[in-house]
């Protein structure tokens, strides 16, 4: 049997036949377009699904589900978006109403976005065969995802696992949720861009200034560090303690076997990790009488979420 | 059947025979004496065991299972006590081995005392029923208990859970686990005894100063604040939004059915719960949209780990 997975962004929609080990047959994508009703989005998705099903020749029968990640609040049981900010109609959707108009046959299941992003991983990428594992996406925000005995964790209302928000600094930087303090504010990229502006402010003869200050990224305190600058190897010094802060607090809760760090950031690799290996190393309860945990950053890129749809119940 | 429940304290063995919805049929305790070698503990358990028995007329034959809620790192697999500070020989004790010297044909099971307090407290106490929960202990430190899925959650080497050992303030004040800034720091009895004292100098006038220095209590505070005593208020209320960030945490992490307050400081009830409500309801993420938790007091007080521990695999 195979699985299709959909990972349904706000830019764009990927949809791929995969199979139960977490290999790609075949994947495809369309823009989404996410103005449009929902219905043409979803007449767009069973097309990718009938051109991919006619170029490799899977009949039909051989499908045993269609999985689809979706950013926003969903409810699993009734394969239902409940509000998502990114998309017109982003109310009271049925994905799963709406996918079987167009195949009745196929088991309809969803899924949250950084939710089948760690079910990828844990199926088929860095942390493959792990049974309790968390990841973070390190992005405009910081996505979490909770895997226990092998399958995501969701809570009520399939809405646990914000982990960006918990708090790091009582009643520091605003975040966006509302609260003050949340990890989120700083070890986002978002906090990283807004933390070297501010070093490159206060050391005017920073490398970092050769940035115009409007295109400082999430690389720029980085690829300085790696010139030697000082003022950038604070900054990244600091936001690596901060991801290992939150980290940390992962490991006393969870105490999982593996945290995975996913996002562009994963690019830095190891020049990220070792640090932030050695302060969650400090941080965490315990340390050196308890089995440590790996860190790893994720493998599967933009297809994790693609693959965790598609294994959602598999 | 019936269950046989042991809360193996640092003072204190509860023993009790439990039926399988949580009721304690009969219990005895014997004190722990915990500098003896473990054989005699033990032995002194499985007397506690051969009395209630005795006593209840309940035969051998119709007892499931010990179930022994104990402090420190365990190995649940192993039924073993792999390190706690508070046993004289606290490394590497097969508790299993040791009650199967005296009732072979009995299957013994091993929990941690603050994980067996929490699933008690889900089978029979104020969280009764509830799938997911989350179980916080306010005294010397901030215990932690994960039920999922009505099931202890317990992690690599049993070690998950110590939800006190979180950073409510990045490089705060100094933990008991080495870390700086955690949540137990601020939120334990500790932490509010010494925010009492700090309030108590700076404001001569209160009257929290009628309490000598040296016997400041949790409860200093809240007396002088039911009395109308400015300072002492404000320190319950730092206090109380202590206890609710972390709780916030909890929620956005784990979107549980409800929180459980255990410890001694659930004597203040309402006057405790209503402001902590307050405080998680405008921190937790989505307030408004998503459906929220319930936050209670623990009800069965030092009866839940007994009943939890009875209960392990029932």
């Known amino acids: 049997m195979y699985y ?29 377009r996410a103005e449009r009703p929902f219905e043409e989005i979803f007449a ?53 109403d709406l996918m079987a108009k167009h195949y009745p046959n ?10 089948v992003a760690a079910l990828g991983e844990v199926r088929a990428g860095s942390a493959k065969g792990m049974r309790h594992a968390i990841m973070i996406t390190l992005g405009t925000g910081v996505g979490g995802g909770i895997i226990i005995n092998g399958e995501i964790y ?4 399939s809405a646990a696992g914000e982990l960006g928000h918990i708090v790091l600094v009582q009643h520091g930087e605003q975040c966006t949720c509302g609260r003050k303090g949340c990890w989120e504010a700083y070890a986002s990229v978002t906090g990283l861009v807004r933390q070297t502006k501010a070093a490159m402010q206060a050391n005017p003869d920073s490398i ?15 690829d300085a560090a790696k010139k030697g600058d000082k003022a950038a190897l604070a900054v990244v010094d600091r936001y690596e303690e901060y991801i290992a802060e939150g980290l940390a607090d992962m490991v006393n809760i969870f105490r999982p076997e593996v945290l995975i760090i996913g996002g562009g950031i994963c690019k830095e690799g190891e020049y990220l990790l070792a640090p932030v290996r050695k302060y969650v ?9 308890l089995p ?20 959602l119940h598999a």
């Open 4 to 32: 299709i997975g959909i990972d349904l962004g706000g830019t764009n929609i990927a949809v791929g036949i995969v199979t139960k080990e977490g290999e790609i047959v075949k994947k495809t994508s369309v823009p989404a």
């Open 44 to 96: 767009d998705m069973a097309a990718c699904i009938a051109r991919l099903l006619n170029e490799t020749g899977i009949p039909e029968g051989e499908i045993a589900s269609i999985g689809i990640g979706t950013p926003g609040c969903i409810d699993t049981e009734k394969g239902m978006l409940v509000f998502a900010g990114n998309f017109k109609y982003g109310k009271m959707v049925n994905y799963r």
């Open 106 to 115: 196929i088991p309809v299941y969803i899924g949250n976005d950084a939710n």
């Open 154 to 157: 969701e809570g009520q209302a």
């Open 208 to 222: 970092m200034n050769n940035t115009p200050m409007d295109q400082v990224s999430g690389r720029t305190a980085f």
């Open 281 to 289: 190393g400090e941080k965490a309860f315990g340390a050196g009488l």
């Open 292 to 311: 440590e945990q790996k860190i790893v950053v994720a493998s599967l890129g933009n297809d994790a979420g693609l693959i965790g749809a598609a294994l």
